[in-house]
């Protein structure tokens, strides 16, 4: 057996990053660092877009709200502003700069990923969801493992919703809960308790259920998370699902 230490996969992909990204940008006469601002009267094209794609792109996660947008479209003067996706997407040396920008925020939250993603194995040994459990928990590990925490959140809501929805029927519903609990409709709540006074699920898994709820609605309206972490909820659907699919 090796003796040798495992690679720093996380390093060598950064520098590995760094490597293409300085090939690239000598290769072409690009700056090497990021510029303040795009000058508009650089009569350099190639640069130029380049440039723009550096720009637009540093952080893709704040640019829907960044006042840069709105900016550009003064300074560019008869530049298509409207059309500025189809023309970064054929631009020769702005699509490279693209790669390497979202590249290097992935390798950035690596990390995070791998650590969740084992997290989620232990859990999924754990509890061994059915067929039907795991095309519900699909898109809710995707949501944890790229740390889109209140996404997470409002997806396990929004599974279990599905699932008491199939497991526990109007007409069940109804024939245990008082007239006034359905008289607006039934929803998530009525159907937990109704689970809950049938025995489809236990007495801690409706109240985790319940907690999940809670936390959905919270993360909808952005309210902080308080009740339950992104694990928390999942592990506590896992183990809702098992009842209700059993």
């Known amino acids: 057996m090796s003796t040798d230490s495992p690679p720093d996969v996380v390093a060598e992909l950064g520098r590995s990053l760094d490597s293409i990204e300085a090939t690239f940008r000598a290769r072409f006469g690009l700056d090497i660092e990021y510029p303040p601002e795009v000058d508009v009267e650089d009569s350099n094209r190639e640069r130029f877009e380049n440039r723009l794609a550096q720009v637009l792109l540093r952080d893709v996660s704040t640019m829907v709200a960044s006042p840069k947008l709105l900016q550009w479209r003064n300074k560019l003067g008869d530049f298509p502003v409207g059309q500025l996706a189809a023309f970064l997407a054929t631009r020769q040396l702005a699509r490279p700069q693209i790669y390497l920008n979202l590249a290097r925020e992935d390798i950035g939250s690596l990390n995070q990923r791998v650590e969740r993603t084992t997290e989620l194995l232990a859990l999924l040994l754990e509890f061994q969801p059915t067929h039907r459990a ?113």
């Open 134 to 246: 795991s095309a519900y928990l699909g898109r809710v590990v995707s949501c944890y493992v790229y740390g889109l925490d209140a996404e997470c959140i409002v997806m396990c809501r929004a599974v279990l919703d599905s699932a008491f929805d199939h497991a526990v029927t109007s007409a069940k519903v109804r024939s245990v809960l008082p007239a006034r609990r359905t008289e607006k409709g039934i929803h998530l709540a009525q159907r937990i308790d109704a689970a809950d006074l049938i025995g489809v699920i236990s007495k801690s898994e409706a109240s985790v259920a319940r907690a999940i709820k809670d936390s959905g609605n919270h993360a909808v309206h952005s309210v902080p998370l308080a009740t339950l972490t992104p694990l928390e909820a999942i592990r506590g659907t896992m183990a809702v699902l098992s009842s209700l699919q059993a």
